[in-house]
């Protein structure tokens, strides 16, 4: 089994004992660890390949200035630059393979900093007391992140805590000898969706785009399915987005926690990616169902898609003023953006007899978007549901004339 480098991340002053006995978990499945200490204030009882030196000189800084600061949050901060800077150039040297890191909330604070420069495919995982807690924005988890609550320890080792770290240590091993990294062989197109039943203009594009040539990745637009789907833009991971679903956009325009953090619908426009979009299921405001419905939602009409989400009906007001989010968004995009709107319904309960179906609310959105929407953002309007076919292959067509015009880089090949 090839050996594999996996970078450690801790303050090697405070959590030695806990450190070494994860460098102990790997390197006795036959891993290797490079260390890296972000203390401050204390010095470790045994040398660190990285010492904390190096970590706050790698951000312009030095451990004195981290002192003088006297703040634990600015010297932290200095430390978390340096930290990501040094995790990113080894893993682009190829000294890495992975990282792991513990920590409370300033471990974890610092740990999701190095975690956000190593692009998607290399394993990333930290041991926090606060695992995947609400003290988290969904913008500072990386897409693959993977997260372990550190239970039990807060201070020094014992066998509960022991049981986390070396799940963590053989997860995080295990994974960088069996990670198939993203390939780019082929031009990446993503795309936004929800489930099938909702929408399904997927069934008929995903087929189509791959006999054109091009990789087609959907992400699952609710949250973290949108965060994903912004990290890789961001990264300039895609040829073209096809940005369809604007649930959880919608969530965050309203004030829902289910939401992909202030960069949805930006980091494509960034990057200068070109963006097919269309406001697929934005017309309902989500919510975690085991929590107290919000004052202002208690009167709408409700759905409980499941024990953990629910749905509630916005007004034509709020749909306007998601209709101008979405409008301020892309017209700050640095590439070509193109908008579909269908005027038969944004989602498969939008449609006559069905629970969502509100005329009133669709014709004030798209009022507001044929507002909104000027050049040099483009819109097609179609007399069509989004699920239907004639969306599917308007979207084609716009797809089709920008890989002619070049606008979008055709594959070097054909799939066989």
Known sequence: MTDKTILVIGTFDTKSDELRYLIGCIEGQGGTAMTMDVSVLGDPPAATDISKHRVAEAAGSSIQAAIRSGDENTAMQIMAAGAATLAADLHVAGRIDAMIAIGGTMGTDLALDCALVLPMGVPKYIVSTVAFSPLIPPERLPPDIQMILWAGGLYGLNSVCRSALSQAAGAVLGAARAVEPPRRDRPLVGMTSLGKSCLSY??????????????????????????????????????????????????????????????????????????????????LVDMPTWTEIPAKWRERPYHAHNRLIASVAITPEERRRTAREIGARLARASGPVHVILPSGGIEEWDKPGEPAHDPEGLDAFLDEMRTVIAPPVAMSEIDAHINDRAFADTALAIFDAWVADGTVRAPDRKPV
């Open 202 to 283: 997927m069934v008929a594009l995903k087929p189509a785009l791959e006999r054109r040539g091009f990789e087609v990745a959907v992400f699952h637009s609710i949250g973290m399915g949108g965060r994903a789907f912004e990290g890789l833009a961001a990264q300039g991971a895609f040829a073209c987005v096809m940005d369809f679903c604007m649930q959880e956009f919608t969530n965050g325009v309203h004030g829902s926690v289910v939401n992909s953090g202030a960069d949805r619908l930006s980091s494509a426009g960034r990057a200068g990616i070109p963006q097919i979009v269309a406001p697929g299921a934005s017309d």
